[in-house]
């Protein structure tokens, strides 16, 4: 099914604006895939097909890039995209012990999707966020410093329709749809809200400043 001419032409000046900001339109393509995948909730054949038209490239070099990195997704994901981090340090704080205890909770595995479509759930590598595990990230907000009991209790409040605020960032969170349209470049207004570094992550800074060193110069300076 292609798209309506309503959503066609709402996509299209989306992605001419886009599009604009680079020297180079192919180099929109990123950008443009998260635009297809905030309409459909994935990227989809006919959102492959808008991007290859757009950038005058072939459905294959849309495909390529598309299938390579993980944030495109392959088939709808639920409204709220929970990635619970696995990499080494939130695996031995119990980032292992939460994705296991979260998956047998909500009876889903990794890129499944709860049958109500409300949560889906991803193993992730790192969330770049090592000194608040185990992370969470729900639509690629933090939460940080979780447990199994309180990631359940975080996919039951989203499922049951709560309101539930990140750990960090915007004091609400948006659907992964609206989350897809941020990654686009198309701004929701909650770029400056909240910390972006606080706590531990602030740690090396303070210890700095009451030391009083400094970066080193560079060697042409």
């Not at 290859?52 to 072939?58: F, I, N």
């Not at 889906?120 to 185990?134: G, I, M, Q, T, V």
């Not at 049951?160 to 605020?165: D, M, T």
């Not at 602030?202 to 210890?207: A, C, S, T």
């Amino acid at each position: 099914m292609t798209y309506s001419p309503e959503v066609r032409e709402r996509l299209e000046r989306d992605a001419k604006e886009i599009i604009g900001r680079y020297p180079r339109s192919r180099s929109a393509l990123l950008p443009l895939l998260h635009l297809v995948q905030s309409e459909d909730g994935y990227v989809s054949d006919d959102g492959q097909e808008f991007c290859a038209e757009m950038l005058g490239l072939t459905k294959a070099e849309v495909v390529g890039v598309s299938t390579f990195y993980t944030m495109y997704k392959r088939k709808p994901a639920g409204e709220f995209h929970v990635g619970v981090c696995i990499n080494a340090l939130c695996a031995v704080m119990g980032g292992d012990q939460i994705w296991d205890e979260l998956t047998e909770h909500v009876g889903i595995g990794n890129g499944e999707t709860t049958a109500d479509g409300k949560v889906s759930l991803e193993r992730l590598e790192c969330n770049a966020a090592c000194d608040f595990a185990p992370v969470m990230v729900v639509n690629w907000e933090f939460f940080d410093n979780q447990d199994p009991e309180s990631a359940k209790r975080l996919v039951d409040d989203l499922r049951a329709g709560k309101e539930v605020a990140p750990t960090r960032g915007p004091s609400r969170l948006c659907s992964f749809k609206d989350a897809s349209r941020v990654l686009a470049g198309l701004s929701d207004g909650q770029a400056g809200e909240g910390p972006s570094a606080a706590g531990p992550s602030l740690e090396g800074l303070k210890i700095a400043k009451a030391n009083g060193w400094t970066a080193p110069k560079g060697a042409s300076e």
